[in-house]
């Protein structure tokens, strides 16, 4: 069984600042894909980046970049320079295969950032 | 623009009544998803389609159907037998295993 773990519900940052969200999982797949999904307040999950397990080099997009620790099995999402518009719960999750064929995305419990003047 | 569409975004219940919630999507997904979101917890799997005409349970799937009759639509009944189905509930699709999931803005379930 797969799982993911997100130990702080919610993260406050000064606007500017870099801020680090924490995730660790837990799997026995040999191969796995972590992702970061931003949620605001409207509800719709927005993808923000993706890590392989396989992948030599901690991925980047724009202000964010996930590092990658994959003997401590942590994916920790970094955003840089944050903005009022980064305020929005984040959740990490990851790729696991199903018992009927195909992938599914399971999820941790989010963190809930706030960014402040 | 492509993306994948929910409908209502709100939905109201009475006790004992089926609804539908529908999605639709013009990326030319073949895999579609539905997950159940409730207050202070990350999204459960109900239901998950890899092609058309077929579709199996996820991790939640008492008290809910769904059909997948053609590749954009994959709506999802939720059943009078699902004991407590307030919650927000979101519609993805996948292009490949490997890539991420788009969503649809959701929709937010009520029983009164």
């Known amino acids: 069984a797969q799982k993911i773990t997100q130990t702080q519900p919610g993260m406050f940052v000064q606007e500017k600042e870099a801020v680090t969200l924490d995730c660790t999982y837990d799997t026995s797949d040999p191969s796995y894909g972590l992702f970061w999904y931003k949620q605001p307040s409207s509800g719709e999950m927005i993808f923000l980046i993706y890590q392989g397990s396989y992948d030599q080099q901690n991925a980047t997009e724009g202000r964010y970049s996930l590092n990658f620790q994959k003997a401590r099995k942590s994916a920790n999402l970094v955003i840089s320079a944050s903005q009022l518009g980064d305020s929005a719960m984040y959740f990490c999750a990851m790729r696991g295969v199903l018992t009927g064929g195909g992938n599914k995305l399971t999820f941790g419990t989010g963190t809930q950032l706030k960014v402040e003047l | 623009d492509g993306g994948i569409t929910q409908s209502p975004k709100y939905l109201f219940r009475k006790e004992g009544q089926n609804v539908t919630l529908s999605c639709e999507q013009n990326?030319?997904?073949?895999?579609m998803y539905w997950y159940r979101q409730d207050p202070g917890q990350g999204l459960r799997l109900i239901y998950y389609?890899?092609?058309?005409?077929?579709?199996q349970k996820g991790d939640i799937a008492e008290g809910y159907s769904v059909s997948r009759e053609k590749k954009e639509s994959f709506p999802l009944t939720v059943t009078s037998a699902q004991k407590n189905p307030t919650a927000f509930y979101l519609c993805a699709s996948t292009e490949q295993p490997n890539t991420e999931a788009f969503f649809g803005q959701g929709t937010r379930l009520t029983v009164v």
């Open positions: 990326l030319n997904h073949d895999a």
């Open positions: 389609s890899q092609i058309v005409n077929d579709f």
